[in-house]
Protein backbone atom coordinates (compact mmCIF):
# COMPACT_ATOMS: atom_id res chain seq x y z
CA UNK A 1 0.00 0.00 0.00
CA UNK A 2 1.41 3.19 -1.05
CA UNK A 3 -0.63 6.62 0.83
CA UNK A 4 -0.28 10.37 -0.36
CA UNK A 5 -0.54 13.46 0.85
CA UNK A 6 -1.03 16.43 -0.76
CA UNK A 7 -0.28 20.28 0.04
CA UNK A 8 0.43 23.54 -0.95
CA UNK A 9 -2.33 24.53 -3.32
CA UNK A 10 -4.46 28.11 -2.86
CA UNK A 11 -5.48 31.20 -4.93
CA UNK A 12 -3.25 33.09 -6.34
CA UNK A 13 -3.08 35.63 -9.27
CA UNK A 14 -2.11 34.80 -12.61
CA UNK A 15 1.40 34.83 -13.81
CA UNK A 16 2.02 33.90 -9.75
CA UNK A 17 3.64 30.46 -8.51
CA UNK A 18 2.88 27.53 -6.21
CA UNK A 19 4.85 24.40 -5.15
CA UNK A 20 2.73 21.54 -4.84
CA UNK A 21 3.99 19.00 -2.42
CA UNK A 22 3.21 14.99 -2.17
CA UNK A 23 4.24 13.09 0.61
CA UNK A 24 4.92 9.27 0.27
CA UNK A 25 4.86 6.39 2.43
CA UNK A 26 3.91 2.91 3.05
CA UNK A 27 6.21 1.15 0.60
CA UNK A 28 10.04 2.33 -0.73
CA UNK A 29 9.87 5.75 -2.70
CA UNK A 30 12.26 3.86 -4.85
CA UNK A 31 10.03 1.60 -6.20
CA UNK A 32 6.87 3.63 -6.92
CA UNK A 33 6.32 6.27 -10.26
CA UNK A 34 4.49 9.18 -9.28
CA UNK A 35 2.30 11.48 -10.90
CA UNK A 36 0.22 14.96 -11.14
CA UNK A 37 -3.16 14.83 -12.40
CA UNK A 38 -5.85 17.79 -12.44
CA UNK A 39 -9.45 17.86 -12.59
CA UNK A 40 -11.50 20.70 -13.36
CA UNK A 41 -14.91 21.30 -12.59
CA UNK A 42 -16.92 19.38 -15.68
CA UNK A 43 -13.81 17.93 -17.25
CA UNK A 44 -11.77 14.78 -17.03
CA UNK A 45 -8.67 14.12 -15.23
CA UNK A 46 -6.19 15.47 -17.17
CA UNK A 47 -2.54 14.27 -16.98
CA UNK A 48 -0.19 16.54 -15.47
CA UNK A 49 3.61 15.34 -15.31
CA UNK A 50 5.11 12.21 -14.17
CA UNK A 51 8.31 11.29 -12.57
CA UNK A 52 10.47 8.29 -12.41
CA UNK A 53 14.02 7.20 -12.90
CA UNK A 54 14.07 6.91 -16.39
CA UNK A 55 12.94 10.74 -16.45
CA UNK A 56 10.18 13.04 -16.41
CA UNK A 57 7.30 13.72 -18.34
CA UNK A 58 4.69 16.91 -18.97
CA UNK A 59 1.22 17.49 -20.55
CA UNK A 60 2.24 20.39 -23.26
CA UNK A 61 -0.41 22.93 -21.30
CA UNK A 62 2.27 23.14 -18.54
CA UNK A 63 5.56 22.29 -20.21
CA UNK A 64 7.90 25.00 -19.89
CA UNK A 65 6.40 26.26 -17.07
CA UNK A 66 5.87 23.45 -14.35
CA UNK A 67 8.78 21.07 -12.81
CA UNK A 68 8.26 17.86 -11.09
CA UNK A 69 11.15 16.79 -8.71
CA UNK A 70 11.30 14.22 -6.13
CA UNK A 71 13.54 14.05 -2.51
CA UNK A 72 14.02 10.74 -1.90
CA UNK A 73 15.47 11.21 1.56
CA UNK A 74 11.72 12.76 2.27
CA UNK A 75 9.92 10.40 0.23
CA UNK A 76 8.29 13.32 -1.60
CA UNK A 77 7.30 14.61 -5.36
CA UNK A 78 6.95 18.44 -5.78
CA UNK A 79 5.49 20.13 -8.25
CA UNK A 80 6.90 23.46 -9.07
CA UNK A 81 4.15 25.53 -11.01
CA UNK A 82 5.28 28.91 -12.92
CA UNK A 83 3.71 31.46 -14.88
CA UNK A 84 0.61 30.37 -13.64
CA UNK A 85 -2.40 30.64 -16.02
CA UNK A 86 -6.18 30.80 -15.46
CA UNK A 87 -7.21 27.50 -17.29
CA UNK A 88 -4.59 25.95 -14.56
CA UNK A 89 -7.59 26.43 -11.88
CA UNK A 90 -8.24 22.68 -11.10
CA UNK A 91 -8.26 20.04 -8.11
CA UNK A 92 -4.75 18.62 -8.33
CA UNK A 93 -4.11 15.29 -7.22
CA UNK A 94 -0.77 13.16 -7.03
CA UNK A 95 -1.08 9.45 -7.66
CA UNK A 96 1.71 6.89 -7.61
CA UNK A 97 1.85 2.91 -9.10
CA UNK A 98 4.36 0.09 -8.88
CA UNK A 99 7.42 1.12 -11.33
CA UNK A 100 8.09 -0.93 -14.11
CA UNK A 101 8.67 -0.31 -17.61
CA UNK A 102 7.03 2.18 -19.91
CA UNK A 103 5.12 6.03 -19.45
CA UNK A 104 2.31 6.31 -17.13
CA UNK A 105 0.18 9.36 -18.44
CA UNK A 106 -3.47 7.46 -17.97
CA UNK A 107 -5.44 7.93 -14.87
CA UNK A 108 -6.15 4.26 -15.18
CA UNK A 109 -1.88 3.56 -15.13
CA UNK A 110 -2.26 4.62 -11.21
CA UNK A 111 -3.50 2.88 -8.07
CA UNK A 112 -2.74 5.02 -5.25
CA UNK A 113 -4.34 8.74 -4.78
CA UNK A 114 -3.86 11.71 -3.05
CA UNK A 115 -7.00 13.74 -1.50
CA UNK A 116 -6.12 16.35 -4.05
CA UNK A 117 -5.13 20.15 -3.56
CA UNK A 118 -7.42 23.11 -4.72
CA UNK A 119 -5.35 25.29 -7.11
CA UNK A 120 -7.24 28.69 -8.35
CA UNK A 121 -5.66 31.29 -10.30
CA UNK A 122 -7.69 34.40 -10.88
CA UNK A 123 -7.05 37.01 -14.11
Known amino acids: QVQLVESGGGLVQAGDSLRLSCAAS????????MGWFRQAPGKERQFVSA??????RYADSVKGRFTISRDNAKNTVYLQMNSLKPEDTAVYYC??????????????????WGQGTQVTVSS
Open 95 to 112: AARNAGYGVYLSPSDYAY
Open 26 to 33: GRAFSTVA
Open 51 to 56: IKRSGT
